[in-house]
Nanobody
Framework: QVQLAESGGGLVQAGGPLRLSCAAS???????????MGWFRQAPGQEREFVAA????????YYSDSVKGRFTISRDNAKATVSLQMNSLKPEDTAVHYC???????????????????WGQGTQVTVSS
C-alpha cells in the first residue's frame, strides 16, 4: 500500500507563495518511478478537484486552468517526493490540498479523482485577502 504524507500547508496572504511537498513510501508494485503523481484540492462544501499532475519521468505535466501559470509541479524520483510550488496565491485557492499516486504502466497521466488509487491525508492551505 502506497503511503503519502503531505507537508507545507499554512496561512499566507494573497499574492504570496507556498510550497507543498509529498513524501511517498510503501509501494506494492514497482517503485516510485512507476507512479504518476497528482495534486488535488477540496474546499468546504465542494467536490475534490484536479490541480496538477506529473508523469513518472517528470517530463510531462498538466495543470487546471485556474492554476496554470501560477503553480508548478515537480518530482524527485531519487527522494520519492513530489512538490507543488504555488505562487501568486488567491483567496479562492483556499482548500485542503491532497497528494495522490496512480500506478502507471504505460506512462499515462491520470487527471481525474477516480483514477487515483492512493491518497495522502491532505494539508490545509488558507489564503487571506
Amino acid at each position: 500500500q502506497v503511503q503519502l504524507a503531505e507537508s507545507g500547508g499554512g496561512l499566507v496572504q494573497a499574492g504570496g507563495p507556498l510550497r507543498l511537498s509529498c513524501a511517498a513510501s510503501g509501494y506494492t508494485f514497482g517503485t516510485f518511478n512507476n507512479y504518476a503523481m497528482g495534486w488535488f484540492r477540496q474546499a468546504p462544501g465542494q467536490e475534490r478537484e484536479f490541480v496538477a499532475a506529473i508523469s513518472w519521468s517528470g517530463g510531462t505535466t498538466y495543470y487546471s486552468d485556474s492554476v496554470k501559470g501560477r503553480f508548478t509541479i515537480s518530482r524527485d524520483n531519487a527522494k520519492a517526493t513530489v512538490s507543488l510550488q504555488m505562487n501568486s496565491l488567491k483567496p479562492e485557492d483556499t482548500a485542503v490540498h491532497y497528494c495522490a499516486a496512480d500506478y502507471s504502466q504505460f506512462g499515462v497521466v491520470a487527471l481525474r479523482v477516480d483514477e487515483y488509487d492512493h491518497w495522502g491525508q491532505g494539508t490545509q492551505v488558507t489564503v487571506s485577502s
